[in-house]
């Protein structure tokens, strides 16, 4: 089992910055695809950004060149850097996890409990 544990979200101004973090805990295999979705009232999730085992990287075309996925394999947490932020990155962001022993079985997925990102004057 993993948990996840995000923070950092809060009200920011547009074109400010904030940095999303997301601690886990518990037993991530090698192979993993971590990544940030973001979800507002009556949409369904959409994936932000992800990060893999093997190092590539996927940005939704209206995050590229503004959010930075990145993982601390050490301590075990992730992060999205968010900048030059619009009102419409207002959401709940979510990190999830997809993780498995070897690639012949399926991911087990795993999902924190979101933390409020508002971008308003």
């Known amino acids: 089992q993993v948990q996840l544990v995000e923070s950092g979200g809060g009200l920011v101004q547009p074109g400010g910055s904030l940095r999303l973090s997301c601690a886990a805990s518990?037993?991530?295999?090698?192979?993993?695809?971590v990544g940030w979705w973001r979800q507002t009232p009556g949409n369904q999730r959409e994936l932000v950004a992800l990060i893999s085992s093997g190092g590539s990287t996927y940005y939704a075309d209206s995050v590229k060149g503004r959010f930075t996925i990145s993982r601390d394999n050490a301590k075990n947490n992730m992060y999205l850097q968010m900048n030059s932020l619009k009102p419409e990155d207002t959401a709940v962001y979510y990190c999830?996890?997809?993780?498995?022993?070897?690639?012949?079985?399926?991911?087990?997925?795993?999902w924190g409990q979101g933390t409020q990102v508002t971008v308003s004057l």
């Open positions: 999830n996890v997809k993780t498995k022993a070897t690639v012949a079985v399926p991911f087990n997925d795993y």
């Open positions: 518990g037993s991530i295999f090698s192979l993993y695809i």
